[in-house]
């Protein structure tokens, strides 16, 4: 198991940024994907970005691509999610999640991520 603590979060306007951060304690950080979900309120979570435990690949949702950058630092064992240009609908609980697995390729179903952080506030005001 991996314990996951998200942070970061906070009030911002639009067109501003965030960085959320995720530390990581636990079993080896290296073998895990890491993944951000978020979750708006009345809505299911959804995918927001993942990163492979190697750092060389990524994904990202449609709607963040090109405004959300996800990154990892083994050494520090904290992923992070650097979020610009923010808008209104980008407002949600964010969740960090980490996937065990020694394959190379993302997945985005939240089924596949067996351990996840208790979340963090982002909202954008217009």
């Known amino acids: 198991q991996v314990q996951l603590v998200e942070s970061g979060g906070g009030l911002v306007q639009a067109g501003g940024s965030l960085r959320l951060s995720c530390a990581a304690s636990g079993r080896t950080f290296t073998i895990y994907h890491m993944g951000w979900f978020r979750q708006a309120p009345g809505k299911e979570r959804e995918f927001v970005a993942a990163i492979s435990w190697s750092g060389g690949n990524t994904d990202y949702s449609d709607s963040v691509k090109g405004r959300f950058t996800i990154s990892r630092d083994n050494a520090k064992n904290t992923v992070y999610l650097q979020m610009t240009s923010l808008k209104p609908e980008d407002t949600a609980v964010y969740y960090c999640?980490?996937?065990?697995?020694?394959?190379?390729?993302?997945?985005?179903?939240?089924?596949?991520?067996?351990?996840w952080g208790q979340g963090t506030q982002v909202t954008v005001s217009s």
């Open positions: 999640a980490a996937r065990l697995t020694l394959s190379s390729a993302i997945v985005t179903a939240t089924r596949n991520y067996g351990n």
